[in-house]
């Protein structure tokens, strides 16, 4: 196993490399004028200008080179840097990955929406792991069931409801319609600098957190209680359940013990497939609320055709997305005696 | 020699129904009438065949012979106890005196449990048991079927096929039951491996005094395990007799037509039968046809036949049939 | 008696307001929540053009002078605004010497002086830092400190509006102190400065987060007591307006909401909850047709849309009057921007002086009078209903960027064109591409490549001369100069470019007027552009908020410091 995880790694390099460049390539080909979004009331020439500093008139390998250099190199050297204050090369004059619009080190944009994104998205899927789990459970259990029905109708709301819709209307419900003072109204506005120092602002930090983590919550929910349905179905029918039904265990037991554990292999790599999405943030229920995390940083970033942000950000993702596949298939090696990967 | 045995199990019309859903609000719109009005005894110590084509019911009678399903309808009485209403902690209660060995030794073990806790997880449901004599009782066990006590550790699909259906019989017998249920417990095996695995049931029942049903659509075997067989067809018994008295004189019209496909033992005696070939398909079992139920294939078919059931009924000493053309 | 009475009276005054002195204490209105759906990436106006940005950092940097909500420029980091009259602006109209307010320090204490203004304009001047508001140095040949309390600019032509540099947000003097080591290409790389200027507003930043939230407290050095009101701002970015709006019109959440571009009725329904209060303001911004008078026709090829190759049939003054009579414009602005739209006539409508007043009419839609216009001048039906003369079909390609109520407009348009007998096509270009100066891309908004194209467009300040500047005939687009030039229509007429000239060398306001109004007409009854509608600002305010102004002409919170909370 672990022979096969250091190989299926050393494929991963190469198969990156090629990611960034492709990245590249296809940001570089998009028609993009990261002056194009500047006031009309700024002159061609200063554009021109601006367009230079940028180091636009560079040949596209030049660019990619650069950017190469300062994301595989510059900012491992200023991560050691900064952790360990470890000094390796010029440490000042570094030149970091920067975005276009902020400016400033694009690495540094990203550790500083991770937290609202972690708290938010991230929290969102913990939540609906523990909603669609049990639901999941129970629908297979009492198939066509009342319970089932309802659940697969909402599942079916949750996958086709778009999330902007059931943002908006929460907003409605319990931020418009729900009078200010009222112990049931909640921020629509999500406050990323809050901080959490007490106990009262630690319940303004889960008050601004529920409606956004329910949105996305609920979306996550669906789909994941759809999967732990269909996998518990598959394990219901199987003769080990009869064998375990027939040696006398509790139902209780035979459930949780053998048909929820072997069920739960599929999904949790299912799971586990779905965690660089949120790092990827949760663009629409961001922009909704205004929580401002990685999702609505890559928005921004393509909208003002700020290319550094969006090249390191997409690739940030596409590694989390390969990472991710290889912890799949190590955690279904793990979970599964009958999977060996040689 | 038959009466002074006294009936370990007694099953009355039996009757298992699957309901069928459809529609995207799945309302049950049918059933699948899977089992439908079986009785029959089981004599302690006896071997019960119970044959039939694949897809007649059979694994779901000896499923619900152990109450692995929520019977539709009948009795189950089980050494004095009628098991088809009891639940809960009643039927748990019950489940150590019976136990089932199944046709696909893979698929009835948990993947994910090694060897010595399969087996020693009744135990732990059931008796008090120090951990070593738990450890101890997982090894005569282990021993009891044939398989090396340091195997305790591994994985079911770390074995082979034989390997796997002894694990499935140590843990049938982990508890010491009265009564198994064998279904098919052969049919997914290589051939060489077959003769071990029946030799070690019959070891077996001898050891420990078992009581057999066993389920196979193989005659042959059966007819050289069972003291009685019974035979099975679209969810109803056709047929059930003393196993040598049975596959000498079959009485009915299906009996005859299966008995006669089968290879006789006897290729002095094999030119004596004349081979039936059955035409037409097993009807569903969720839209069976009225009267007797072999009715749309039987070659001795009459028009009372599409109309009237047959009654299950004694036609020589112990012998049963349900066919009106039997005298 | 009386003497005594009035003197009693002006102690009486005088304790009184000494009381509300000591009421009026800075920060004594906690705090305040404004929202900019499109987030600040940036407090340094000179890397970044951005409204966003500009507003943002209005509120801790400062200019030499602002506009106010009326459009007249007033002092603020300077004593006064120096004019001809008052010896500021010299006689040869070359140089501006400012005199700036005594006293004044930074929000760190050190004393603000002439040497930061000339170090500002040094860091916007440097060739290497990609300054955005490089244009509003234009023509300045020199920045020298007089002394400490005394900057002169110096241009190499003469400036009868020397007000470019200083005046306005865009262009606040930022501490030479803190960017001393930020000049040129160092500029992009000092993040901690371009994050949190240190300035002479009214706040200072406490926390930044790019393309988020903007954590400010009152500046405890401002020059003026018991100002700001507040004693923290937060100023929150992200979103959309919609939500923005709701944030201070439905759940009073935020007190100030930006510039709220949403359809009318919509606003209206959020207003009507009543805890806060739709603002509107109106500019310079006019959306208009621009009507290419050279050939985009792909066969030139090099020579597609450059005057070498005058339009087919929009040279024909005939066919342009008849576009615009066709269109109702009215209903343009009902459909897309209520309360937020004006009709317009004119491409200059506003400061309110150089409105021209010589081209009304055009708010009635005149279909009939439009079909007697081509008749006459022998634009016949051909059987298709499309009128053509010479073989020339009116057929036009009509492009803007994808935008909702463009679309709408561009169908609508369509629609009237069809009743006179012209034929549309229409196309929709990504913003970031038609806007975006990608030398490679054929769909830009300088290449033209079409016959008609609509966009937006208005003027920094008060002062149209710049403005007016783009319809010369050496603001021509064209491959020679990689598209640059303000000038889409590739209007040329030497009688322009002569007034223009004489604005150059005229300052007085009146007479600048005319001129201006002379331009505008010129380029109206040529039908070179046909303006649309007038479009203004609409923003929000809590109700509890006070002291709000909008302003059209510089930061929407440019008088910030006198906010403060209504009790
Ligand atoms: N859980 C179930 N739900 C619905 N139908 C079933 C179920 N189990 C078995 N059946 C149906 O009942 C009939 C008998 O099946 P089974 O007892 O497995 O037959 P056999 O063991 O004789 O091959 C078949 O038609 C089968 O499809
Ligand atoms: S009852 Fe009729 S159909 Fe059924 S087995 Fe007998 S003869 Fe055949
Ligand atoms: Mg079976």
């Excluded at chain 3, 700001?228 to 923005?244: M, Q, R």
Aim: charged share 20%; with cysteine; aromatic share 8%.
């Amino acid at each position: 196993m672990l022979n096969y995880t250091l190989r299926r790694l050393m494929f991963t390099i190469p198969t990156l490399l090629l990611i960034s460049f492709i990245i590249f390539l296809i940001l570089d080909l998009a028609p993009n004028d990261p002056t194009g979004n500047l006031p009309l009331t700024i002159p061609p020439e200063v554009r021109e200008k601006i367009r230079q500093s940028l180091g636009l008139d560079a040949p596209m390998y030049i660019r990619y080179l650069l950017w190469s250099q300062q994301f595989f190199i510059n900012e491992p050297l200023n991560l050691l840097n900064q952790w360990f204050g470890w000094c390796i090369g010029d440490c000042e004059g570094r030149l970091r990955v920067s975005s276009w619009a902020t400016r400033s080190p694009v690495v540094d944009l990203i550790a500083e929406r991770m937290p609202q994104t972690l708290w938010v998205v991230g929290m969102s899927y913990v939540v609906g792991i523990l909603i669609a789990v049990p639901i999941g459970v129970i629908s297979a259990y009492k198939q066509y069931s009342w319970f089932d029905q309802i659940g697969t109708f909402i599942a079916m709301i949750g996958f086709s409801v778009p999330t902007f819709f059931t943002g908006v209307l929460l907003i409605v419900i319990f931020s418009v319609w729900v009078p200010n003072d009222s112990f049931f109204w909640l921020p629509s506005i999500y406050d990323t600098t809050l901080e959490v120092v007490d106990w009262d602002s630690f319940m303004l930090q889960v008050r601004q957190m529920i409606m956004p983590v329910m949105v996305l919550g609920l979306f996550n929910a669906a789909q994941i209680s759809r999967f732990m349905r269909a996998s518990m179905l598959d394990n219901l029918s199987q003769d080990y359940v009869r064998t375990a039904r027939a040696k006398g265990l509790k139902e209780k037991t035979v459930l949780l013990v053998h048909v929820l554990r072997n069920s739960m292999i599929p999904v949790v790599t299912v799971i586990a497939l779905g965690i660089p999405q949120i790092f990827g943030g949760a663009i629409i229920t961001e922009q909704i609320f205004k929580v401002n995390g990685l999702g609505q940083l890559l928005i921004i970033g393509i909208q003002g055709a700020d290319i550094p942000l969006v090249q390191t950000l997409t690739f940030l993702f596409a590694v989390l997305i390969v990472l991710f596949n290889l912890i799949a298939d190590v955690l279904y090696g793990l979970l599964d005696p009958r999977i060996r990967y040689e | 020699m038959l009466d002074d045995k006294k009936p370990l199990v007694q099953v009355q019309d039996l009757k298992m129904h699957f309901p069928i859903y459809r529609g995207i609000l799945k309302r049950q719109v049918g059933a699948v009438k899977a089992v439908d009005g079986i009785s029959f005894d089981v004599f302690e110590g006896e071997t019960l065949g119970l044959v039939g084509e694949s897809g007649c019911g059979k694994s779901t009678v000896g499923r619900c012979v152990l109450r692995l399903y929520e019977v539709t309808g009948g009795s189950i009485d089980i050494d004095g106890t009628d098991i088809a209403t009891l639940s809960g902690a009643g039927l748990r209660a019950k489940r150590p005196e019976m136990q089932m060995i199944f046709q696909d030794p893979q698929a009835s073990l948990n993947p994910r449990m090694t060897v010595g806790s399969i087996i020693s997880e009744p135990l732990d449901e059931h008796m008090k048991m120090s951990k070593t004599e738990k450890r101890e009782r997982v090894g005569e066990l282990m021993d009891a079927v044939g398989l090396a006590r340091r195997f305790a550790d591994r994985y079911p699909h770390e074995f082979s096929g034989g390997q796997r259906q002894r694990i499935g019989i140590a843990r049938a017998l982990a508890l010491n039951p009265k009564f198994i249920v064998c279904d098919e417990p052969i049919a997914a095996l290589d051939v060489s491996i077959q003769a071990q695995v029946v030799n070690l049931l019959e070891d077996l029942q001898e050891k420990f005094g078992l009581t057999y049903l066993f389920i196979s659509h193989d005659l042959s075997m059966v007819r050289h395990l069972a003291t009685r067989v019974a035979v099975m067809y679209l969810g109803r018994l056709v047929e059930l007799g003393d196993s040598e008295t049975l596959y000498l004189t079959p009485k009915h019209p299906y009996t005859q037509a299966l008995l006669s496909a089968v290879p006789h033992p006897d290729p002095a005696q094999a030119g004596n039968v004349e081979r039936i070939i059955l035409e037409g398909d097993v009807p569903s079992p969720a839209n069976p046809p009225p009267g007797c139920t072999f009715s749309t294939r039987c070659p001795k078919a009459q028009a009372i036949c599409k109309q009237d059931s047959p009654e299950w009924r004694e036609i020589g000493e112990g012998h049963f049939a349900a066919c009106h053309f039997i005298e | 008696m009386k003497l005594k009475h009035l003197i009693a009276g002006m102690l009486g005054a005088a304790m009184l307001s000494t009381t509300a002195m000591a009421q009026e204490e800075r920060g004594r209105d906690g705090n305040v929540n404004v929202i900019y759906w499109q987030a600040a990436s940036i407090l340094n106006p000179y890397l970044s053009g951005g409204t966003k940005d500009i507003d943002a950092s209005s509120m801790v940097i400062e200019p030499l002078a602002r506009y106010d909500e009326n459009g007249n420029m007033v002092p603020v980091l300077a004593a006064e605004i120096p004019t001809a009259g008052n010896g500021g602006v010299s006689e040869d109209l070359t140089s501006i010497t400012w005199k700036l307010k005594e006293g004044v320090t930074w929000s760190d204490g050190t004393a603000f002086t002439a040497a930061d203004v000339v170090f500002t304009a040094e860091y916007c001047m440097n060739p290497d830092g990609g300054c955005q508001q490089l244009s509003k140095f234009g023509d300045v040949e020199s920045v020298e400190a007089v002394d400490d309390l005394t900057v002169k600019i110096t241009f190499s032509v003469p400036k009868p509006f020397p007000y470019g540099p200083f005046v306005g947000s865009t262009t606040p003097v930022i501490q030479a102190a803190q960017f001393a080591e930020c000049t040129g290409e160092a500029a992009p790389t000092c993040t901690e400065q371009n994050f949190g200027p240190i300035g002479t507003g009214p706040f200072v930043v406490t926390e930044f987060r790019a393309n988020d939230a903007i954590s400010l407290e009152a500046n405890s050095n401002f020059r003026e007591a018991g100002k700001p009101a507040f004693a923290t701002l937060t100023f929150k970015g992200g979103g959309d307006a919609a939500s923005a709006a709701r944030s201070v019109l439905e759940t009073g959440e935020f007190d100030y909401a930006w510039n709220l571009q949403i359809a009318p009725e919509i606003l209206a329904d959020m207003e009507a909850k009543g805890i806060g209060t739709v603002v509107s303001g109106f500019g310079p911004l006019v959306e208009r047709l621009m009507v290419n008078q050279t050939d985009p026709d792909p066969a030139l090829g090099d020579g597609r849309s450059t005057v070498a190759n005058p339009h087919p049939f929009l040279s024909d003054l005939n066919v342009r009057k008849a576009l615009s009579l066709a269109i109702d414009r009215p209903l343009l602005v009902e459909i897309g921007y209520g309360k937020a739209g004006n009709v317009t006539c004119n491409v200059l409508p506003s400061p309110a002086i150089y409105n021209s007043p010589n081209n009304a009419g055009c708010e009635v839609q005149d279909i009939a009078g439009a079909n007697a216009l081509l008749d006459e001048a022998g634009w016949v039906r051909g059987a298709d209903g499309v009128r053509e003369k010479d073989g020339v079909r009116l057929s036009i390609l009509y492009q803007t960027s994808t935008n909702a109520v463009r679309q709408d407009f561009q169908a609508l348009i369509k629609q009237w064109w069809a009743e006179i007998g012209v034929e549309t096509e229409l196309k929709n270009i990504d913003a970031a591409v038609f806007f975006g100066g990608d030398q490679s891309s054929p769909d830009t908004f300088q290449k033209f490549f079409a016959d008609i194209e609509m966009y937006a467009n208005t003027f920094d300040g008060t002062d149209p001369e710049a403005y007016m500047g783009n319809w010369a005939c050496s603001e021509i687009p064209s491959p020679d100069n990689a598209w640059l030039g303000g000038n889409m229509p590739r209007f040329c007429d030497p009688a322009y470019d002569a007034l223009l000239a004489e604005m150059a060398g005229t300052a007085d306001i009146n007479e600048r007027a005319r001129l201006a109004i002379a331009m505008n007409d010129m380029l109206m009854q040529n039908y070179i552009m046909i303006p649309l509608v007038h479009r203004g600002n609409v923003s929000a305010r809590a109700n509890t908020l006070e002291g709000v102004k909008l302003n059209v002409w510089d930061s929407q919170l440019w008088n910030v410091a006198d906010w403060s909370r209504a009790n």
